[in-house]
């Protein structure tokens, strides 16, 4: 089995029907180029809603080196997200949609949940249409929509 960091035992949360906060700190998510050495740290909240679902609960902060889009300079871009909702099924039905949360799968042989897809999705969800350094961000907005008229 391969160990990433991101497997949680889920077992006895889905058994028994119990809420577990569990909190990790500076881990690494390989798909994340750009996220600073600090990693990112989450905060979940697995919730048995069944024998075969549970239901989280993330907050995650981390912090990204992007490249502004006004002044090409590279700045940290800290990520903040409270409340990401998703669940996690232990087999697909193809009839069962919810348009809500996301889905993702338990892994039942091994009791386990892997929520390092969760996290990247969570960030990626996060990245907004325009990434302006601080400096910029603070420039007043007809200015900036003059500059982007001049790229169309
Ligand atoms: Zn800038």
């Given at each position: 089995m391969k160990h990433n960091g991101f497997e949680i035992k889920v077992s006895d949360i889905l058994?028994?029907?119990?809420?577990?906060?569990?909190?990790?700190?500076?881990?690494m998510i390989p798909e994340l180029e750009n996220l600073t050495k600090e990693?990112?740290?989450w905060t979940i909240t697995i919730q048995s809603l069944d024998h075969e679902?549970?239901?989280?609960?993330?907050?995650?902060?981390?912090?990204?080196?992007?490249?502004?889009?006004?002044?090409?300079d590279e700045y940290r871009r800290k990520v903040s997200i409270e409340g990401y909702t998703a669940?996690?099924?232990?087999?697909?039905?193809p009839t069962v949609k919810d348009d809500e949360d996301e889905i993702l799968f338990i892994d039942v042989k091994l009791?386990?949940?892997?929520?390092?897809?969760?996290?990247?999705?969570?960030?990626?969800?996060?990245?907004p249409f325009v990434k302006h350094?601080?400096?910029?961000?603070?420039?007043?907005?007809?200015?900036?929509?003059?500059?982007?008229?001049?790229?169309?």
């Open positions: 058994n028994s029907k119990v809420t577990d906060t569990i909190t990790f700190e500076n881990r990693g990112v740290s679902s549970l239901f989280v609960t993330l907050d995650v902060e981390c912090e990204l080196n992007d490249i502004c889009d006004r002044c090409w669940k996690y099924v232990t087999e697909q039905d009791g386990i949940i892997d929520v390092e897809e969760l996290i990247y999705h969570a960030i990626q969800l996060e990245e350094c601080e400096k910029c961000a603070a420039l007043p907005v007809e200015e900036e929509d003059e500059e982007e008229n001049d790229w169309l």
